[in-house]
């Protein structure tokens, strides 16, 4: 059976050991060779990074999120044994582990190191599909030849190289598909290297539960429940057509990946739909001024990103989270796309005026989507508004300013409320 060592990257025959350096870390399969379809999801990633630029936090619980108020962005293994998962409120992550050390997220620091791993990825493949700062999917096929080794020794490689250049560890899935991939990186986590291959699909997956399947979430879980499917083997009983008319397009989903096929290609450039910001208060408000003050930042956020992105957006979307947890959510599609903060914020006050102030409210957003390259944006003047060119103009200046001299040399009178 072949088999690879994951620390000195030895190719050899199955064994216990590496026959070179004599480590345990082996992974060994029979289609180790053959696989190319990759997930790599870093372990922990932003509280990996807070714990190697602060070597004394290593032993400690480290949970990365905003106040007590706020949610759980992830947390360090440590804390997850205390039962600490990512989402988690921060007043219960605190109740299930009262010592750890809560940090702030340090974006600009986490998308620094993200960029470096895509760099490495890159190396091995230019089919590299980012999901979001820490995982990305990546096709290895055809490129033994280049590497003179197959894609599993590279991935192996990958790895070691992130641990060593970077001080961040990752996990890997490999398969035949994009499905598999993603649930084989997190048979194994942290550190982990799982496989699964053709010839083992169906068995592997006939006793596994449908939540592992990525997008069933809380709301289509109950619905599964509610028609008594629980695990892939009760999916694999069910008529195709059946399963379309009672979860629509989803239904064809689960029948394909019920049976393990997934013929969705890596995509090296997957469109970005959507562009968003939102911010939890520490405690609830109805205070006009404060919620016009937070309303604006979301927006200028929202606005930076996409002009960094080169995208604008025709549909503006408002998020409200009111004190009992209700959501309440508005949109407005625009006459032409946007990218501009000023009127971003004019159309989410809008909405928000439309809303009413029914707070209090514990949570606010904004957002742009249907978004567009930004040479299609902020075309037409707007007679009703015939102010909106002049602050355009301001706001490219504004955009100039802080370019030169950094983000907080000039601010709106808003954004300080």
């Not at 003050?293 to 992105?309: I, N, P, S, T, Y």
């Amino acid at each position: 059976m072949p088999a690879l060592c994951r620390d000195c990257l030895t190719e050899f025959d199955h064994g216990l050991r590496c026959p070179a350096c004599r480590s345990p870390r082996i992974v060994a399969h029979d289609e180790l060779w053959q696989l190319s379809i990759a997930h790599m999801d870093c372990d922990a990633f932003y509280a990996s990074v807070e714990k190697r630029d602060a070597p004394e936090l290593a032993d400690k619980p480290v949970i990365i999120g905003g106040g007590r108020r706020g949610v759980v962005s992830t947390a360090c293994y440590v804390a997850r044994i205390r039962g600490v998962r990512s989402a988690m409120p921060m007043f219960q992550a605190l109740k299930l582990c009262p010592d750890a050390v809560v940090l702030k997220p340090r974006m600009e620091v986490y998308a620094e190191v993200s960029r470096q791993i895509r760099a490495m990825m890159q190396e091995l493949t230019p089919a590299v599909e980012p999901l979001s700062l820490d995982e990305a999917f990546m096709d290895l096929t055809g490129t033994a030849r280049l590497h003179g080794h197959p894609p599993a020794t590279m991935l192996a490689r990958l790895v070691r190289r992130m641990k060593d250049e970077l001080g961040v560890t990752g996990s890997i899935g490999l398969s035949h598909n994009k499905f598999l991939a993603k649930v084989a990186s997190d048979l194994d986590k942290p550190r982990g290297f799982a496989v699964i291959g053709l010839a083992e699909t169906d068995a592997f997956l006939r006793d596994k539960p449908v939540r592992m399947i990525w997008g069933v979430g809380q709301a289509t879980q109950s619905a599964l429940d509610a028609a008594g499917i629980r695990t892939f083997n009760d999916l694999l009983r069910w008529d195709r057509r059946d399963l379309a008319e009672r979860f629509g397009s989803m239904g064809d989903r689960l029948w394909t990946l019920a049976r393990g096929q997934d013929s969705r290609r890596v995509l090296a450039n997957a469109p970005i739909k959507s562009i968003s910001n939102e911010t939890t208060f520490d405690d609830d408000t109805h205070d006009p001024d404060v919620l016009d003050g937070h309303l604006w930042r979301m927006c200028e956020k929202v606005a930076d990103r996409a002009k960094a992105r080169g995208l604008a957006g025709r549909v503006v979307t408002l998020k409200l989270k009111r004190a009992d947890f209700t959501l309440i959510s508005r949109r407005h599609a625009l006459r032409d796309a946007t990218q501009m903060a000023d009127r971003l914020y004019r159309e989410a006050r809008g909405l928000f005026d439309q809303v009413g102030n029914k707070g209090p409210y514990r949570l606010i957003g904004a957002g742009l989507s249907d978004l567009v390259p930004a040479a299609d944006a902020d075309r037409s003047t707007d007679l009703l508004d015939p102010d909106a060119d002049r602050r355009s103009r301001a706001e490219r200046a504004t955009d100039a300013i802080r370019a030169r001299f950094g983000k907080d040399a000039i601010k709106k009178g808003r954004a300080l409320r």
